[in-house]
């Protein structure tokens, strides 16, 4: 069995208690923190930037996630591997050089990843798989949480998937949105092996339940 990992999205939790809310759900069996940045540009959403990972950062052991939905990408990268993340990914279309900015992002001790939105083609990832260690696919379209699985998302893991295992490289497959106790199996059997939720987990008071739902969910 592939050993799956489990990463809330802190964009549904209560931003007035962030610290504890990352403890609580660390505490609950998350492996890793995932961090939305929207900049209200790229995306309609406005979030958080570097000071609040920095702020969560003595918080938690596992690593941050920072899932870059900003354009540009670069100036804000060196920004965020100060402030304490382990993996940065950006998608692909915000960046004016795709190499450059995953190089930028290792050069800075992170693991980098490019994002795909439901409607962005593969082909970006034609000449960049030796510079990733994460491919972090959307299963909905970026800028809010809560939105529904989009299902023909489910290709697309699927054919990520054949591509990583071609490649030969150890890369994580994320995939982020929609995903509930009900549909995470599904996308494990597409090939993800990381599974973003926020809604699913910070919208119900026991944290540790979806969590453990979700993970029997995937051992069966
Ligand atoms: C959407 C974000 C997601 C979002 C997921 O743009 O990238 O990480 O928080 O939220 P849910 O799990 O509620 O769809
Ligand atoms: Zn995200």
Do not use: W
Not at 11 to 34: K, P, T, Y
Not at 49 to 77: F, N, S, T, Y
Request: with cysteine; net charge negative; aromatic share 6%.
């Amino acid at each position: 069995m592939p050993s799956y990992r489990i990463a809330p999205s802190i964009l549904s939790a209560d931003f007035a208690r962030l610290g504890e809310e990352v403890r609580n759900v660390v505490a609950a069996g998350a492996d890793i923190i995932h961090f939305d940045v929207m900049d209200n540009h790229y995306v309609p959403n406005l979030t958080v930037g570097p000071l609040v990972c920095q702020a969560i950062r003595p918080h938690v052991e596992v690593p941050i996630d920072v899932h870059l939905m900003v354009k540009p990408v670069d100036r804000i990268i060196p920004d965020f591997a100060k402030a304490g993340a382990n993996i940065i990914t950006f998608h692909p279309e915000a960046s004016e050089h795709i190499d450059r900015s995953l190089q930028l992002i290792r050069d800075h001790g992170c693991k980098a990843g490019l994002v795909f939105n439901p409607a962005t083609p593969l082909h970006y990832l034609e000449h960049v798989m030796d510079k990733l260690d994460i491919i972090l696919l959307m299963s909905v379209n970026p800028g809010f949480g809560g939105q529904s699985f989009i299902p023909h998302t489910l290709k697309k893991i699927a054919a990520v998937r054949r591509l990583i295992d071609d490649s030969g490289r150890d890369i994580m497959l994320e995939v982020d949105g929609g995903i509930k106790i009900e549909n995470i199996a599904e996308a494990a059997r597409a090939g993800a092996d990381t599974f973003v939720a926020g809604s699913a987990i910070f919208g119900k008071p026991d944290y540790k339940a979806v969590i453990d739902a979700m993970r029997k969910e995937l051992a069966a």
